[in-house]
Structure formats: C-alpha cells, structure tokens
C-alpha cells in the first residue's frame, strides 16, 4: 500500500502574512498606533479564516478541513504536521475534536503508537480531555504508576484523570502497591479530590510522614481530604525545628480547613522564606 501523502500547510504562517498586509495598509488609518491594531487581531482572525483562499483552493481556513469525515485520516494528517515540525492547524484539531467518538478511538490509539511524534501525543492528550473520553483510563494510570519523575505527559494525564471523576479511584488504588515514590505523589493530587476511602487518607498521611520536602503540598492534601484525624500530626509538625515559614504556614492552613485551632505563633526569624516575604511586604 503507497504511503499517505498529506499537504501540511502552515496556516499560522499564511495568517502572519495576511495580518503584515494589512497592518502595512491600516496602519495610518489608526494613527500608527500599533497597540490599536493588535486590539483588532480577533476580528482580523475571523475575517481572514471565513474569507476563500486561492492556497486552499478556493475554500476558507476555518472550513478547509470540514470536508473530511475520516477521523484516523485527520489524526494521521495531525501527526504528519507534528513530524515535520509544522504547527497543526487548530481548526484540523477543531476538526478532529468535531467528529467525536471515532476521533477519540483513533487519538486512544495514537497514545499506544510508540513511533508517534511526542508532540502529537501530548495533543492527543489535550484533544481527548476536550472529548471528555475515559478511553486512556486504564493507559494513564499504569503510565504514571511506572514514571520515576513527574514530566509533562505524567503532568496531563494527571489533569485527564481528574476530569474523568471518581471512576478513576478503583484503579489508582489497585495500582498504588507497585506505584513508585512519584507517582504516589502524582496519583494522591489525583485522589485527594474523590475523600472517603481509607486508602486515601492512609497515603496522606504517610507521604505527610515522611517528607522531608514538600511537606506544605502533602499538608495541602491532608486538608482537602478533610479528615480531622490528621490534626494531631500536622500540628505535631508545626512545633518541629525543621519546619520552614512556608510550610508552617501551608499545615497551618489545614489545620484551619480540619476544624483545628491554629498553632502557636513561632519566631522565624533568620528563615530565609520568611525573611524574603518580609522584605516583599516592605
């Protein structure tokens, strides 16, 4: 089978230089203000893309791609843009998101392609969480339970998975025992938005526990689960030595949000957070 061959036009390059002509023909008509022209780029924009183009044979940008139905054709066109370093129009992507579940099982596939251009994934990501698909579920989950670091793509999937609701908390926490440290702390930012599993709780607690940094983003969790439990633990911290302004401060927060009473104030004086607010704050 002869390979697709995709015309990858740079629709952002072709914009630019509408917008060059038409500044070099306006521009004394609003004064030379430039700052009153660019005021003007949404209107120019919409002008531009519903007006009929000779490089598109006659079609306009914003209708171009409209006369394509075959989704996995558009989300191969998507990656060809990607592949060669072309930015992908956002009406193909417009496109893409239009043609609704057929367009989310071929952006699902496209996840699982391990020759996929990154970029193209990335956006894959993006067009399904406007598709508000759960097709990648299961894919998130054992993506994030392997990374050693957070990444960008750990970082979306993250956000997909959030977007998907409390069906996403069975397979979390079916996942937690083999999860390395940071996707535990991936998945509790995940988790701490679904309370009432003990599970949950049980992860705050012990990351709480055990950080020797971020102690203020653990704090921040234990407060959105909204367990009056962890009360005794975070104010336990807030009395330790090691304990810097900033994080005081953040498990001060989440004793307030558990109904605790806020700790003793502690001179911190010399800490290097505190001192930078106080400088800031005059």
């Not at 009406?91 to 579940?101: K, P, Q, S, Y």
């Not at 989950?141 to 990444?151: E, G, H, M, N, Y």
């Not at 607010?277 to 005059?282: E, F, I, M, Q, W």
Request: charged share 25%; net charge negative.
């Amino acid at each position: 089978m002869p390979k697709e061959r995709f015309d990858c036009i740079d629709f952002d390059a072709r914009f630019s230089e509408y917008v060059s002509g038409w500044m070099n023909e306006n521009l004394h008509a609003f004064g030379n203000d430039v700052e009153r022209m660019e005021e003007q780029m949404p209107e120019v924009y919409l002008r531009w893309s519903n007006t009929p183009a000779d490089w598109l044979g006659g079609r306009a940008p914003a209708l171009y791609f409209a006369q394509f139905d075959d989704a996995g054709y558009l989300v191969r066109w998507m990656c060809a843009y990607f592949e060669r370093k072309v930015p992908a129009p956002d009406v193909l992507l417009e496109r893409i998101v239009a043609l609704g579940d057929p367009a989310a099982r071929r952006l699902d596939a496209l996840l699982r392609d391990p020759q996929a251009p990154y970029e193209a994934v990335l956006t894959a990501m993006s067009l399904l969480r406007e598709l508000c698909s759960a097709l990648p579920l299961t894919l998130y989950v054992d993506t994030i339970a392997a990374c050693p670091r957070a990444t960008e793509q750990i970082d979306m999937a993250a956000e997909a998975l959030r977007d998907i609701g409390p069906a996403v908390v069975p397979e979390i926490l079916a996942a937690l025992p083999g999860a390395t440290d940071a996707a535990e702390t991936v998945f509790l930012d995940v988790l701490c938005n679904f309370p009432g599993d003990e599970r949950i709780y049980a992860l705050a607690l012990r990351k709480f526990a055990a950080a020797q940094d971020n102690r203020a983003l653990y704090a921040s969790y234990l407060g959105k689960l909204g367990d009056p439990r962890a009360i005794p633990a975070l104010a336990a911290a807030a009395e330790a030595s090691d304990t810097n302004y900033l994080d005081f401060m953040e498990i001060s927060n989440a004793i307030g949000e558990l109904g605790g009473d806020a700790p003793p104030e502690r001179d911190f004086s010399g800490d290097p957070y505190y001192e930078s607010l106080k400088r800031v704050r005059g």
